[in-house]
């Protein structure tokens, strides 16, 4: 009876599981390679169980091939300097079934931002094997859902999506652990260096050319850990991705943050019709050549002048703006030509009884009243969280099958952030600078006020001052916002970049990395 009763609890704590779908492969044992994290999450908890592994098998259609996979639902500790979980972090991993060298297979290490937001956006939005079910412009439909994404990268390289401490199911082990541990800019990329060595080591994958994604605020994390993982794990990469950048850390004076806004308010002007016949006959991008022109050789000069403009050339140039934005010349000579963004969100269409999202201004919303400042909500961000929390919650509990009662945090308790010390674009280019092997990506929405395009592009000129590693920087822009893939075609062109950029990214045999 001891016996049985033993039995039953090893299998309670410590069963592996292997959930199939149709056509899928039998039964057994994990791979070698997730035996180490194979403790199955206990079903009707809300305690996380820091080290755990479910995984499935799935076959999807991109580009017109079938690819098998293998996905693992799991979690992985976070070790203190004595060896004690502190953090379990949650993980979603993608491997392709059918490849049986990995040591040339790359690997995408792929997270969000916030802070405090986790991995759910790009895994079913933007690059993984399954997505959710949107219209063709990004906006929800019922029933919740997802269905295949053949645009997904998995034919070219495995992929894993990981949330930081309090986003998805990740949570710290205990209330004596300090925030600080994790909350913070430079301690967030300290812990999550540690986990990705001991990911990559679990499954064996220090061989592979291993690339970073980061949307967001996961571009200062994304750019901090290129450095970290060099210097602290002695992990060198081949690509860092930055989808819709930060200013990571690029100090800049209010000015002239406010002034490479103005293209991105020209593009929002441009979308929502609210320009000149003649600007908005234009293409897009035919259009915001002329509004960078204005923006980097008149508006910045001018404004760096301050309260010493001449008064004839201050009205002269919010005549131009004016033009180029769709605001009154009032409102902007109110402003001292440095349009606040909350007031460009409430100000383009409050004449038709609209506001404009921050992070992707395509979105409308109706406020309680016309008049103030600033929009009561972000439409764009209600929109997203409508469709994506149900989609990750089915995909994760009856797809994955991974069993638990806790609840997936889209966006998590992470404050207050320590934001000092954000140097994570100089670490970027010290680290692109150290490794010859290394190419960053910088991928933007044109609609996006919250890291906006031309302060993406004005990053990337200030990255590396030398000018010498510019062949390994590069910029796109997309007819889309933060999110960048949520609009279908957006989603097939970004996806196909992204399998340029990481062939482009791979040494020829034999080639050294050098100068």
């Given at each position: 009876?001891?016996?049985?009763?033993?039995?039953?609890?090893l299998?309670?704590?410590?069963?592996?599981?292997?959930?199939?779908?149709?056509?899928?492969?039998?039964?057994?044992?994990?791979?070698?390679?997730?035996a180490?994290?194979a403790?199955?999450?206990?079903a009707?908890?809300?305690?996380?169980?820091?080290?755990?592994?479910?995984?499935?098998?799935?076959?999807?259609?991109?580009?017109?091939?079938?690819?098998?996979?293998d996905?693992?639902?799991g979690?992985?500790?976070?070790?203190?300097?004595?060896?004690?979980?502190?953090?379990?972090?949650?993980?979603?991993?993608?491997?392709?079934?059918?490849?049986?060298d990995?040591?040339?297979r790359?690997?995408?290490?792929?997270?969000?931002?916030?802070?405090?937001?986790?991995?759910?956006?790009?895994?079913?939005?933007?690059?993984?094997?399954?997505?959710?079910?949107?219209?063709d412009?990004?906006?929800?439909?019922q029933?919740?859902?997802?269905?295949?994404?053949n645009?997904?990268?998995?034919?070219?390289a495995?992929?894993?999506?990981?949330?930081?401490?309090?986003?998805?199911?990740?949570?710290?082990?205990?209330?004596?652990?300090?925030?600080?541990?994790?909350?913070?800019?430079?301690?967030?990329?300290?812990?999550?260096?540690?986990?990705?060595?001991?990911?990559?080591?679990r499954?064996?994958?220090?061989a592979?050319?291993?690339?970073?994604?980061?949307?967001?605020?996961?571009?200062?994390?994304?750019?901090?850990l290129?450095?970290?993982?060099?210097?602290?794990?002695?992990?060198?990469?081949?690509?860092?991705?930055?989808?819709s950048?930060?200013?990571?850390?690029?100090?800049?004076?209010?000015?002239?943050?406010?002034?490479?806004?103005?293209?991105?308010?020209?593009?929002?002007?441009?979308?929502?019709?609210?320009?000149?016949?003649?600007?908005?006959?234009?293409?897009?991008?035919?259009?915001?050549?002329?509004v960078?022109?204005?923006?980097?050789n008149?508006?910045?000069?001018a404004?760096?002048?301050?309260?010493?403009?001449?008064?004839?050339?201050?009205?002269?140039?919010?005549?131009?703006?004016?033009?180029?934005?769709?605001?009154?010349?009032?409102?902007?000579?109110?402003?001292?030509?440095?349009?606040?963004?909350?007031?460009?969100?409430?100000?383009?269409?409050?004449?038709?009884?609209?506001?404009?999202?921050?992070?992707?201004?395509?979105?409308r919303?109706?406020?309680?009243?016309?008049?103030?400042?600033?929009?009561?909500?972000?439409?764009?961000?209600?929109?997203?969280?409508?469709?994506?929390?149900?989609?990750i919650?089915?995909?994760?509990?009856?797809?994955?099958?991974y069993?638990t009662?806790?609840?997936?945090?889209?966006?998590?308790?992470?404050?207050?952030?320590?934001?000092q010390?954000?140097?994570?674009?100089?670490?970027?280019?010290?680290?692109?600078?150290?490794n010859?092997?290394?190419?960053?990506?910088?991928?933007?929405?044109?609609?996006?006020?919250?890291c906006?395009?031309?302060?993406?592009?004005?990053?990337?000129?200030?990255?590396?001052?030398?000018?010498?590693?510019?062949?390994?920087?590069?910029?796109?822009?997309?007819?889309?916002?933060?999110?960048?893939?949520?609009?279908?075609?957006?989603?097939?062109?970004?996806?196909?970049?992204?399998?340029?950029?990481?062939?482009?990214?791979?040494?020829?045999?034999?080639?050294?990395?050098k100068?």
């Amino acid at each position: 009876m001891r016996k049985l009763i033993g039995l039953f609890l090893l299998t309670a704590l410590t069963g592996r599981v292997i959930a199939q779908r149709a056509g899928s492969a039998e039964e057994g044992a994990l791979p070698a390679a997730h035996a180490a994290s194979a403790v199955k999450a206990p079903a009707g908890s809300r305690v996380l169980n820091v080290d755990s592994a479910v995984t499935t098998h799935a076959e999807v259609t991109i580009n017109g091939q079938r690819v098998p996979y293998d996905a693992v639902a799991g979690t992985i500790p976070v070790w203190d300097e004595g060896g004690k979980p502190i953090a379990g972090l949650f993980y979603t991993y993608y491997e392709r079934s059918d490849v049986k060298d990995r040591a040339a297979r790359p690997l995408v290490i792929s997270f969000n931002g916030g802070p405090g937001t986790p991995s759910v956006w790009m895994e079913i939005g933007y690059t993984g094997p399954r997505r959710l079910l949107l219209d063709d412009e990004g906006y929800p439909v019922q029933p919740y859902g997802l269905k295949e994404n053949n645009s997904s990268i998995l034919d070219i390289a495995d992929i894993v999506y990981l949330d930081p401490v309090n986003t998805g199911f990740s949570r710290a082990v205990g209330k004596d652990v300090p925030p600080s541990t994790f909350f913070g800019v430079n301690a967030d990329i300290k812990y999550l260096a540690e986990w990705i060595s001991t990911f990559v080591t679990r499954y064996n994958r220090w061989a592979s050319p291993k690339f970073l994604i980061g949307e967001s605020y996961g571009t200062t994390r994304a750019s901090g850990l290129a450095l970290e993982l060099q210097e602290s794990q002695w992990m060198y990469l081949n690509g860092v991705i930055l989808v819709s950048p930060t200013d990571l850390g690029i100090e800049r004076s209010e000015f002239v943050q406010a002034s490479l806004r103005v293209p991105y308010y020209s593009a929002t002007a441009w979308y929502h019709k609210a320009l000149a016949p003649e600007l908005q006959g234009k293409d897009l991008t035919d259009m915001l050549q002329e509004v960078e022109n204005f923006t980097i050789n008149e508006l910045i000069p001018a404004l760096a002048k301050g309260g010493f403009l001449e008064e004839g050339r201050k009205k002269e140039l919010a005549a131009r703006m004016s033009r180029y934005i769709g605001l009154s010349e009032k409102s902007i000579l109110e402003s001292n030509l440095i349009i606040p963004a909350d007031f460009f969100w409430k100000e383009l269409l409050r004449d038709k009884g609209f506001t404009v999202g921050r992070l992707d201004s395509r979105y409308r919303g109706i406020d309680g009243k016309d008049a103030g400042d600033e929009p009561d909500y972000n439409a764009e961000l209600t929109s997203w969280l409508h469709s994506f929390t149900p989609a990750i919650n089915i995909y994760l509990r009856e797809d994955l099958h991974y069993k638990t009662d806790l609840k997936y945090n889209m966006f998590g308790p992470v404050h207050p952030w320590d934001n000092q010390n954000n140097h994570t674009g100089e670490d970027l280019r010290k680290a692109i600078a150290e490794n010859p092997y290394l190419h960053l990506l910088i991928q933007s929405g044109y609609y996006d006020g919250a890291c906006d395009y031309f302060n993406a592009k004005y990053s990337l000129w200030q990255l590396d001052p030398s000018g010498r590693l510019k062949d390994r920087l590069h910029w796109e822009g997309y007819r889309s916002g933060h999110m960048l893939y949520l609009r279908k075609p957006d989603l097939a062109e970004a996806n196909e970049n992204l399998r340029k950029f990481i062939r482009a990214s791979l040494p020829k045999p034999g080639e050294a990395a050098k100068y």
